[in-house]
């Protein structure tokens, strides 16, 4: 009779071993969505220089992105005395090389700045306007072609006087203006998680910064698929760069692999297309 309570009591033991799950974790899920959201920051650049090195100024400004086939951009902002505190705006153009900075009357300011702001091909008219208050000069220093420099040029003037503007750095203005590429992955079992693709895929040196470059880069990035690896994702995301010439134009695509955390731990580049010059 022991004999057959011992074989009951392992049968249901070895019932319940089969039945009963071994943890109560919820299941992995493959529903995931990715994608690359692109934007752009515009730094404010703060100057302190003096006028006719007498009157320390500081000055504000706001330098817009100059648009591909320009050769200068829109810049606004202002400067004030730092014995008096009051701004006084400023508008005005640029590019690498130089900024002029003009002081209109509110309404004709406005009235520019609208102008500008819709139509940023017409901004070379203000190469020769007059009907300014003051005006601000700056001119980089720049290599000559037998390798001496020429040095920083400065001035203001109200159109009755003109005094120096101390020197001042100038070398990067054209960087206020930064690209950001954001890979930006949702799923109901994790928090949101922004990636800077720029940064991962290691081309921030060439696309962060691209106001002013000649070469007039437009790189896009496109989610193309995910798929779901035994540990991780994989991800697929398209790329195309397109440039004022054929020659250097590219596209292809990435794979990254990334951990259950979406981690970045491993990447690949394939190139599909090359644009020549007989293209």
């Known amino acids: ?86 701004r006084i705006p400023l508008l005005g153009i640029y590019n690498h090389q130089f900024i002029t900075l003009y002081r209109f009357d509110a309404v004709q300011h406005q009235r520019l700045l609208d102008q500008f702001t819709h139509h940023p091909s017409q901004l070379s008219t203000l190469y020769n306007i007059s009907s300014f208050i003051e005006k601000f000069e700056f001119v980089n220093r720049w290599q000559q072609p037998n390798g001496t420099w020429l040095p920083f040029r400065g001035k203001w003037t109200n159109g009755t006087k003109t005094l120096n503007v101390n020197p001042f750095n100038m070398d990067n203005i054209t960087d206020q203006a930064q690209n950001h590429y954001d890979l930006v992955i949702t799923s109901p079992h994790h928090t949101p998680t922004s990636l800077d693709l720029l940064t991962k895929l290691g081309l921030a040196e060439e696309y962060r910064i691209t106001n002013g ?66 293209e």
């Open 1 to 86: 009779m022991a004999s057959y309570y011992q074989f009951l009591y392992l049968w249901c033991l070895y019932c319940l071993c089969f039945t009963l799950p071994a943890h109560s974790a919820s299941k992995p899920t493959n529903n995931i969505h990715a994608s690359v959201n692109y934007s752009q920051t515009i730094q404010p650049l703060t100057i302190n220089t003096h006028i006719d090195n007498n009157y320390p100024i500081q000055l504000q400004l706001l330098f817009n992105v100059i648009n591909c086939y320009d050769d200068i951009g829109l810049v606004i902002g202002w400067y004030q005395y730092d014995k008096y505190k009051i």
């Open 213 to 278: 470059n000649i070469a007039c880069p437009d790189l896009s990035l496109t989610v193309a698929n995910i798929v779901k690896r035994a540990r991780g994702w994989s991800i697929k995301i398209d790329y195309s760069v397109g440039l004022r010439r054929c020659a250097g134009s590219h596209s292809g695509y990435y794979d990254l692999q990334l951990d259950d955390h979406f981690t970045v731990i491993n990447k690949q580049s394939v190139l599909l297309h090359q644009c020549s010059m007989t």
